[in-house]
């Protein structure tokens, strides 16, 4: 196949079938090297299953694939990287071997694919290769090091590295910039720029619509499965996009913050975590939402691991309602009526190889125990049943393994199993990443109602918008303290910003 040469790429008539589930009907995709093109959909729509169909990750679809008019055969993810199709997924940790290096994981499919079965490796060679790419790309990484020592935001871009490491025709980007700073997203659009220029096609699949209208040239909408219409990035608007993605108007994104505000419920007095969080002092009070907000890398995700016991040698006091808990690990917190929604749901939030129903219940197992130990099978399913009605999940039936789920129904399903325990403080770390606009509003509400409950609410997220939209009061971290408490109906994303970037 002639790299250099313009390609273009069609997907017709694709359906695909899964245990109760029909991801993809009848659908069609067009595209060619050189732009950038979005793929957008609510969760469930089948976005990410037809661009796993083209990267040769499932081989039991129907329908005909073609590069400039002729058929090609992908069946296997080595077929498609014949045809020059790359894939970077969203879930970063599942894609990258943590105990290997940074230069290991970017010239893998080198060592894997090549021809020569000898054992010998030139390390030398391979290291100033892998380097090399990463400086390309202006990404301040040694590719020596190792990647369980590297952030979320530069393991996404190790997976980039890797995927431009092969001659590339068209390279899919599953939610790329969801763990990226400001600073990091502007980078990757630099990149794909110079892709394009190079003839590169880029497909995106991204819920941040501003920065698709930003960087692509083309747009296609997909819903339930089907596909609903391309048209060129200049001839449409975001609104219109987000009517074609529901099939209806978008309501109001944010319910009505109406919730009585009663005394303090929850607090946290100098917490330190012996790395990033440095004496840290904050409170909840109950039915309050506080949110927690800064740039990537300003210690959010690492404070709300810090309270509920995920990281060891924390320093400080955890109070809930004047009482000073004892919180060495998650178990301790969960039995102290603490609950937290992590950033990363398929690595920490949920079981992804077990049923909706066992998720949902998993946390609170001694409430659905009798005679003992043995399981009530009965009362669990009845749960799950109502759990999965109340929250709207998406799901064929309770007995559906979660990784079937789309990434806002598996969001789901991490929260509705802390509504189970009916814990006093919740914390959400970043709850929306990867969630379409119609199952954001769908978690707004269920946050909403928690506080409604009296409960205390911790939002910690780097998106202003949702900050704004959903918290009561918030305080900003910079480099792991608080720089600032501000109250969210007097404030604005740009003052948040200057305390964001250490401003005083």
């Known amino acids: ?44 729509a089948g976005k990410s299953t037809l661009m796993k169909v083209l990267s040769g990750a499932y081989n039991h679809y129907t329908g005909d694939i073609y590069f400039n008019g002729q058929k090609a055969n992908i069946r296997s993810p080595k077929e498609s990287k014949q045809y020059g199709v790359q894939i970077v997924y969203q879930e970063v940790d599942t894609a990258l ?6 230069a290991e994981n970017i010239m893998l499919n080198d ?33 020596r090091k190792l990647v369980s020592e590297l952030t979320l935001a530069e393991k996404q871009m190790v997976l980039i590295a890797r995927a431009i490491s092969k001659e590339c025709k068209f390279l899919i980007l599953d939610e790329p910039t969801a763990p990226l700073s400001n600073a990091e997203t502007e980078e990757l659009f630099r990149i794909v720029k110079e892709l394009e220029d190079k003839n590169v096609g880029v497909i995106f699949i991204s819920h941040r619509l501003p920065e698709l209208f930003q960087v692509c040239h083309e747009i296609t909408v997909m819903r339930n499965g089907q596909y609903v219409i391309k048209k060129d990035i200049k001839e449409t608007n975001q609104n219109e996009v987000v009517e074609y993605m529901l099939g209806r108007k978008m309501d109001e994104q944010f319910p009505p913050r109406d919730s009585k505000i009663g005394d303090k419920l929850f607090e946290v007095k100098n917490l330190s975590d012996g790395n990033l969080v440095s004496e840290v002092n904050f409170h909840v009070n109950a039915g309050e939402i506080v949110g927690i907000t800064g740039l990537v890398g300003a210690g959010k995700t690492e404070l709300c691991k810090a309270i509920f016991g995920v990281t060891q040698n924390v320093t400080g006091e955890r109070i809930l309602k004047d009482k000073i808990l ?86 789901k399903v991490a929260i509705g199993k802390w509504l189970v325990t009916d814990s006093e403080v919740y914390i959400f770390d970043e709850p929306t990443k990867g969630v379409d606009v119609g199952a ?11 506080a409604e409950a009296g409960k205390a609410v911790i939002y910690a997220s780097c998106e202003l ?31 948040i910003l200057y305390y964001s970037t250490g401003g005083k």
Request: charged share 30%; hydrophobic share 35%; proline share 2%.
């Open 326 to 411: 004892n919180v060495k690990d998650p178990y301790d917190a969960v039995r102290q009526a603490i609950a937290l929604v992590p950033e990363e749901r398929r690595k920490e939030g949920i079981l992804v190889s077990e049923s909706v129903a066992i998720n949902i219940t998993v946390s609170n197992l001694k409430r659905f125990c009798k005679a003992g130990s043995f399981l009530d099978f009965m009362g669990e399913k009845n749960q799950a049943k109502k759990m999965i009605e109340s929250l709207g999940i998406k799901t064929p039936s309770h007995e559906t393994k979660v990784q079937n789920l789309s990434g806002g129904n598996q969001q």
């Open 465 to 495: 918008s949702e900050i704004l939209g959903v918290t009561d009061r918030v305080y900003v971290m910079y480099d792991g303290k608080i720089s600032k408490e501000l109250e969210t109906s007097k404030t604005s994303e740009e003052e």
């Open 97 to 102: 071997i943590h105990y290997l290096t940074v």
């Open 440 to 450: 954001k509003k769908d978690i707004f509400q269920l946050i909403n109602n928690l």
């Open 111 to 143: 060592m894997v694919e090549s021809e020569d079965k000898r054992t010998f490796i030139n390390w030398g060679s391979m290291y100033k290769k892998a380097q090399e790419i990463l400086d390309g790309m202006k990404v301040k990484i040694s590719s």
């Open 1 to 44: 196949m002639d790299f250099r040469e313009k390609t273009v790429l069609e997907m017709k008539n694709i359906s695909i079938e899964f245990p109760g589930v029909k991801a993809l009907d009848d659908v069609c995709f067009t595209t060619e090297t050189g732009k950038s093109h979005a793929l957008i959909g609510a969760n469930g």
